[in-house]
């Protein structure tokens, strides 16, 4: 459905070439499907109006797929938790389902910049725009999420730690559309906690940690992982950690959390702070969640 656009009024972004609202799933990956590599999706536009104005993008065709309910909204589906790719992260976090089943994404969402772009933010985009300072995708890889895709030929399921390929690129092909992601909830009982290291709650991260120990059905048996942000080209995953922490605490998860972070400088920060608030953030998650240093 193409109508007039609502952004053509800002006098600071490029001209488009056109601007479409499906109401439907089905009419947006029609839309995809032929628009390719010119379609640029607008869901809460935190991400996409900024690179407009920023002429990063050219003239693209704008897909608005805000109208479409079937990409919106929080349920439980058996074993896990389906969260529609509109949905915003504001809803994330103030949803008791995702407080009472998924806490280390209800810490992380509670950390996403301000009041006004969390209202805004969506899940989906998130994840699309593929920034290795995003927050969201180190709760979704500790909790082993997969990304849902849809296109004209079918659906699909990725894991997704498959998902991202670099900074700001994912495996997605033009005319596929993330339609939600699939979080399984663990059984037993969950000890979390995430820390961001920023400037301001309004800027990208520095560094960011996510930790969870997922206790087992036998005494002392647990899962240990812990996730990274912004310190390589993607959001890094450690997970069964919990070998190396018995034999050698602190030290030895360290070890093979620096085998692969490797941060740059930038204007936030010198890659070397990066590589000290790595070191400080993975002791101080350590020590809260399994009481050693």
Not at 250 to 275: F, G, Q, W
């Amino acid at each position: 459905m193409k109508v007039e656009s609502p952004l053509t009024f800002r006098t600071t972004l490029p001209e488009l070439e056109g601007y479409f609202r499906p109401k439907s799933l089905d009419e947006a990956l029609s839309l995809l499907s032929e628009l390719g590599e010119r379609a640029k999706i607008y869901a809460g536009g935190t991400d996409l109006l900024i690179d407009m104005r920023l002429r990063n993008i050219g003239n693209k065709v704008v897909v608005d797929i805000k109208e479409i309910n079937e990409l919106r909204g929080i349920r439980e589906e058996g074993d896990s938790i389906f969260i529609g790719a509109t949905t915003t992260i504001h809803e994330i976090k103030t949803s008791s389902l995702i407080a009472s089943r998924l806490p280390l994404l209800k810490q992380v969402v509670e950390r996403f910049a301000d009041q006004f772009i969390r209202t805004r933010a969506t899940v989906g985009g998130n994840l699309c725009n593929a920034s290795p300072a995003a927050d969201t995708p180190l709760a979704l890889l500790i909790y082993g999420s997969e990304v849902e895709i849809a296109s004209v030929a079918g659906r699909k399921r990725v894991p997704i730690k498959d998902f991202f390929k670099g900074v700001k690129r994912t495996i997605l092909a033009p005319g596929e559309l993330v339609t939600g992601v699939r979080v399984p909830v663990p059984q037993g009982r969950q000890r979390v906690k995430y820390l961001r290291f920023d400037r301001s709650s309004e800027d990208l991260m520095i560094v960011g940690i996510a930790g969870a120990v997922f206790e087992g059905r036998e005494p002392g048996d647990f899962e240990f992982s812990l996730s990274y942000g912004a310190v390589a080209p993607t959001p890094l995953l450690f997970k069964g950690l919990q070998d190396a922490y018995k034999r050698g605490g602190a030290d030895e998860v360290l070890k093979i959390v620096k085998e692969k972070v490797s941060p740059i400088s930038d204007v936030r920060a010198s890659k070397e702070y990066r590589m000290h608030l790595v070191e400080v953030g993975t002791r101080l998650i350590i020590k809260e969640l399994l009481g050693g240093v």
